[in-house]
């Protein structure tokens, strides 16, 4: 029977992680499981308490949004443990890509029952990161979404973007993209591979988790007033067939730019450039369905 370690993150979802993980964990143990629950208390206390539970053969569960889920990915990976998720966020990005169960009943069985898929990853400057890197006008706006917690998510989503685009100018780039190098005047620079972020905005709709290539997408400078559009046509990925965006696999990307821009992943911000970003295939073992009709 698996042996499971809960790593909460206590401001999740508005404080509403703690509630949702008792009521899985009260499900796995009626069937005998054990369920060591941690409250972590930084990104390195996360990362730390994930590399011991993993490295005591336990299932490590993220109970939290996508932040918590990548520093626990970070533990779970260098340790080659199991990651499993209790979706508690604000975003739940990745979650909703890997179609996990929303109803707590539905969870357990997963958790219990589910056998792990690897999955792959990005390891961006030394941090691994399951969904997207990104910089640019996208990452401005995760930087305002963080400062704004107490806006409802469904609106500070929506809201951010629109912020960012008053102060926002485009940034020249350097991008080398295996071994390709080009400079390029964009409003951002993504390298997916979950494809979703920003409360499920189809960002990269070709990416896919477990194919074994990232994908490198470049919004071209534009007129600003049409950063509006864009984001409404994100929602069902569209924006890809505009004539301002391009799109590659890759496998590693060395990313700068000529003026200081945030360095972003799977919602928080995680360096500067430049940055080499490289993936790392089926490097993580995660609890979740089988791929979908999706493709994830």
Do not use: K
Not at 19 to 35: C, F, H, I, P, Y
Not at 133 to 155: C, E, F, K, Q
Request: proline residues 5%; negative net charge; glycine residues 12%.
């Amino acid at each position: 029977m698996r042996r499971y370690t809960a790593l909460v993150n206590p401001i999740a979802g508005d404080g509403d992680a703690e509630r949702r993980l008792r009521s899985v964990a009260e499900l796995l143990e009626q069937d005998g499981a054990r369920v060591t629950v941690e409250e972590t208390r930084s990104r390195e206390h996360a990362i730390g308490l994930a590399e011991n539970a993993a490295s005591r053969g336990d299932v490590v569960i993220a109970v939290g949004g996508d932040g918590l889920i990548r520093d626990v990915a970070g533990g779970v990976v260098t340790t080659g443990g199991t990651l499993g998720i209790v979706p508690a966020g604000r975003g739940n990005d990745l979650a909703r890509v890997l179609e996990l169960p929303h109803e707590p009943a539905e969870l357990a069985r997963l958790l219990r029952e589910a056998p792990a898929r690897s999955i792959d990853v990005l390891e961006a400057g030394g941090v691994i990161v399951p969904g997207n890197v990104y910089a640019g006008i996208d990452a401005v706006a995760t930087s305002i979404i963080n400062r704004s917690r107490w806006m409802p998510a469904a609106l500070l989503y929506r809201l951010a973007p629109v912020r960012a685009i008053v102060t926002w100018r485009a940034r020249r780039y350097t991008v080398t993209a295996d071994g390709d190098t080009r400079t390029v005047t964009a409003h951002t620079v993504v390298i997916g591979n979950s494809g979703a972020y920003g409360h499920g905005l189809a960002i990269v709709p070709q990416a896919r988790l477990d194919d074994g290539v990232g994908n490198l997408l470049i919004v071209g400078d534009g007129p600003r007033r049409q950063i509006v559009s864009f984001l409404r046509q994100a929602a069902t990925g569209a924006h890809v067939h505009r004539d301002d965006v391009t799109h590659e696999t890759v496998r590693e990307v060395l990313l700068d730019a000529e003026r200081p821009v945030p360095l972003c992943a799977d919602g928080d911000e995680i360096g500067s450039l430049p940055v080499r970003v490289r993936l790392l295939p089926g490097a993580l073992d995660v609890i979740a369905p089988a791929p979908g009709r999706s493709g994830t």
